[in-house]
């Protein structure tokens, strides 16, 4: 390979070390290849962003994102906030202790006896409803 074809290779670093080594010395002695790679060089510096002063960056950096909360007034409030959580959910666990102590009972002798009496009407509504929807088919 022709010295003078390594110049991106050497420019980006991709070159192994002993090849570096040599090319360096060609870069002595070759012009084209200095002013080549200068050129590149100075197309990556341009294609680097500038770095913005770290004063800058910490005053737009408060100003779009370290904004006050839009209620600020709730603040005020959050020594509250735990009581009144505590409050809800006291109130909801004694609603549905007491909701499940009054719940109906069902008796299971009055669940067999209203089985038996209606089992055989249900199933004729049904019966009837699957010829019905067979005839329509």
Request: charged share 20%; hydrophobic share 45%; net charge negative.
């Amino acid at each position: 390979m022709n010295p003078c074809d390594k110049v991106m290779l050497y420019a980006y670093g991709e070159l192994p070390e002993q090849e570096r080594n040599s090319f360096r010395q060609h870069l002595e002695q070759c012009a084209q290849c200095r002013a080549e790679l200068k050129f590149m060089q100075a197309q990556q510096a341009a294609l680097l962003a500038p770095a913005a002063p770290a004063k800058l960056v910490d005053a737009v950096f408060a100003q779009t994102t370290r904004r006050a909360p839009a209620y600020k007034w709730l603040g005020a409030f959050k020594p509250l906030w735990g009581g009144v959580l505590t409050a809800v959910l006291a109130v909801g666990l004694f609603t549905g202790g007491w909701m499940l102590e009054h719940r109906p009972g069902y008796d299971s002798q009055e669940v067999i006896a209203y089985m038996a009496a209606n089992l055989d009407e249900e199933y004729q509504t049904f019966a009837s409803d699957l010829a019905q929807l067979e005839a329509e088919f």
